[in-house]
Each structure stands twice: as C-alpha cells, then as structure tokens.
C-alpha cells in the first residue's frame, strides 16, 4: 500500500488549501478513509473520515465548517479542502486507509501546512 500526500504549504490565517492523497496497493473504494495530523511536539490527531461511497463524513469540532473531506474512487485520490485556515491547524497532515472499523497502519510520507497569523 502506498500512500502519497501533496497539497500543503505556506499560508497566511483565513486563506485555503487543497491537500491531495493519491493511493495504489489497495481497492481503495472499499475503504473507509481518514485525514490525520501531527503538529509540532503534539500527538497524532484525528481530524476527519469518509466512509465508503461517500455516504457520510464526520469532523473533529475544531475543523466542522471550515473542512471539507472528500474522495474520487475512481482515481484513487482522497481530498481535504481547508478553508478559513488558523495558525492552529499547523501540522503534517497524513491520510489513512480504515479497514473492518479499525485505522490500518498504512502512512505516507504526509504533506506540511503551515499557517501564519
């Protein structure tokens, strides 16, 4: 399984980014899909996950309205679009696959976001 996140970068507070998980090795429309993130000297957080067919998504309360969790099963790919970004959200992000109700232990190599105030 690999994993590949692109999309972050340098931003300033209330602007937007559109983080990208491009996925192989795996039937990737039968997997539940989350957005992780680390940010610095922090644990692992949850932020948000969409299920199979895209049926539904749920959000960590920090993120409800701002973020937005999406999937292409056709291509493989996993979205996050973050808007009205604050310096909190500062982190690497991770995508990762859930399978029969629990996280996998697949990773890449995640994608940095940087917010500025």
């Known amino acids: 399984v690999y994993l590949v996140e692109s999309g972050g970068g340098l931003v300033q507070a209330g602007g937007s980014l559109r983080l990208s998980c491009a996925a192989s090795?795996?039937?990737?429309?039968?997997?539940?899909m989350g957005w992780f993130r680390q940010a610095p000297g922090k644990g692992l957080e949850w932020v948000c996950d969409?299920?199979?067919?895209?049926?539904?998504?749920t959000y960590e309360d920090s993120v409800k309205g701002r973020f937005t969790i999406s999937r292409d099963d056709a291509k493989n790919m996993l979205y996050l679009q973050m808007n009205s970004l604050k310096p909190e959200d500062t982190a690497v992000y991770y995508c990762?696959?859930?399978?029969?109700?629990?996280?996998?232990?697949?990773w890449g190599q995640g994608t940095q976001v940087t917010v500025t105030s």
């Open positions: 990762r696959p859930k399978n029969g109700g629990v996280w996998t232990d697949y």
């Open positions: 090795g795996l039937t990737f429309s039968k997997y539940h």
């Open positions: 969409i299920d199979v067919g895209s049926v539904s998504s």
